[in-house]
């Protein structure tokens, strides 16, 4: 089916590992984002990318990782994971440019103990 | 820091009622979008307005943008209960979404 998936759904993990989680796209869109979302805070964007091998920081990269070797897929890793970590990561893509419409997964929740 | 700002940040009404949410933002826009996000899913759009456009209609969706004071509302015409959601408002420059923090909207039968 085409779509943007997220996985895992639910992360539970301690202070100081590494976790990365997944995001597919099935629409080959060249813009992909992460957005973090937190009470009090709403979506933040962490990291965007324009198209595969370019990435580029979002308001709040500190902490993050992304790679985009395929136009479809755009992994988040927290290479050393804080309990400020703890979140909703959101994954989107862009649509057409003229429309601006972002398409986004259903959310990978993310504990850090 | 977060373009967008919405008021109210909850809202309570009846079914049938009509429920207006207010954006403001502060710097230059190419768009400016509307998303709903239903309790524990990912957001979904709504409604786009480009910065040379002062109204649109979508459904029971009605959104207007005042650019010289940097603002847009969303009205929500015949609310039903299935509007509950929070909605969120998001400011386009170039190829990046600014989200602002959300109105919750509940709506009661």
């Known amino acids: 089916d085409a779509g943007i998936t997220q996985s895992p759904r639910y992360k539970i993990t301690e202070t100081g590992r590494q976790v990365t989680l997944m995001c597919h796209q099935t629409?080959?869109?060249?813009?992909m984002f992460w957005y973090r979302q937190d009470l009090g805070h709403g979506l933040r964007l962490i990291y965007y990318s324009a198209a595969a091998d370019i990435t580029d920081k979002g308001e709040v990269p500190d902490g993050y990782v992304v790679s985009r070797s395929k136009t479809e897929n755009f992994p988040l890793t927290l290479e050393s994971a804080t309990r400020s970590q703890t979140s909703v990561y959101f994954c989107a893509s862009l649509g057409q440019m003229n429309t601006g419409e972002l398409f986004f997964g259903e959310g990978s929740r993310l504990t850090v103990l | 820091s977060q373009q967008g700002e919405e008021d109210p940040q909850a809202l309570s009404i009846q079914e049938g009622e009509n429920a207006t949410m207010n954006c403001s933002y502060k710097t230059s826009i190419n768009n400016l979008q509307w998303y709903r996000q239903n309790s524990g899913r990912g957001l979904v759009h709504l409604i786009l307005?480009?910065?040379?456009?002062r109204e649109k209609h979508s459904g029971r969706l009605r959104v207007t943008l005042d650019t010289s004071k940097k603002s847009s509302s969303l009205l929500i015409t015949a609310s039903r209960a299935a509007d509950t959601a929070s909605y969120f408002c998001a400011t386009v420059l170039y190829s990046t979404l600014t989200f602002g923090k959300g109105t919750m909207l509940l709506v009661s039968p």
């Open positions: 307005i480009r910065s040379n456009e």
């Open positions: 629409w080959s869109h060249s813009y």
